[in-house]
T-cell receptor, first 109, second 114 residues
Framework: GQQLNQSPQSMFIQEGEDVSMNCTSS?????WLWYKQDPGEGPVLLIA?????ELTSNGRLTAQFGITRKDSFLNISASIPSDVGIYFC?????????FGKGITLSVRP | GAGVSQSPRYKVAKRGQDVALRCDPI?????LFWYQQALGQGPEFLTY????????KSGLPSDRFFAERPEGSVSTLKIQRTQQEDSAVYLC????????????FGSGTRLTVV
């Protein structure tokens, strides 16, 4: 099935650094969401974006819904060890979510 | 309950066996979703219920997959004659309304077909 484009597959950063992740699609979505998944758990919603151009923050997380409605980015500032995990973007149209393949984030202390 | 509960957490099935995976959504949540997550991939949509009505089953990979939610709460995903390619984590999610996007996912059932 269709998946959104997230790259690279893995990112390695130093504790305290900022990191930015991108997500692109060939299709338009009405809503963009960012999830984090820890091993053995389901995805947990971090941020939801509802309007093109919208910029939203949640603590150290900032995300933007692209003007074309085909892309989004997530920025994590001042990373800490518990930021380790897999980050998924997801686009929503009607009832279903379409996910990217995810980016595995590692944080070195 | 406090969260979406799925059982069993792990299931090993022999090829050809039928399996049933259970999802207990958050109490009062109208919408319920099933997703399939293969190793190293993002979740992929399988099916969507609004109360007891199955409104979208476009993601079910074959007619071996069947889902139901007869009383509008607990849901069961059944896979008949399992194949190795069915090995994946099956995630259930629920949301309070029909238009909001605050899905809560369960921890999933990891199905391994041997």
């Amino acid at each position: 099935g269709q998946q959104l484009n997230q790259s690279p597959q893995s990112m390695f950063i130093q504790e305290g650094e900022d990191v930015s992740m991108n997500c692109t699609s060939s299709s338009i979505f009405n809503t963009w969401l960012w999830y984090k998944q820890d091993p053995g758990e389901g995805p947990v919603l971090l941020i939801a974006l509802y309007k093109a151009g919208e910029l939203t923050s949640n603590g150290r997380l900032t995300a933007q819904f692209g003007i074309t409605r085909k892309d989004s980015f997530l920025n994590i500032s001042a990373s800490i060890p518990s930021d380790v995990g897999i980050y998924f973007c997801a686009g929503q149209l009607w009832s279903k979510l379409t996910f990217g393949k995810g980016i595995t984030l590692s944080v070195r202390p | 309950g406090a969260g979406v509960s799925q059982s069993p957490r792990y299931k090993v099935a022999k090829r050809g066996q039928d399996v049933a995976l259970r999802c207990d959504p958050i109490s009062g949540h109208v919408s319920l979703f099933w997703y399939q997550q293969a190793l190293g991939q993002g979740p992929e949509f399988l099916t969507y219920f609004q109360n007891e009505a199955q409104l979208d089953k476009s993601g079910l990979p074959s007619d071996r997959f069947f889902a139901e939610r007869p009383e509008g709460s607990v849901s069961t995903l059944k896979i008949q004659r399992t194949q190795q390619e069915d090995s994946a984590v099956y995630l259930c999610a629920s949301s309070l309304g029909t238009g909001d996007y605050g899905y809560t996912f369960g921890s999933g059932t990891r199905l391994t077909v041997v």
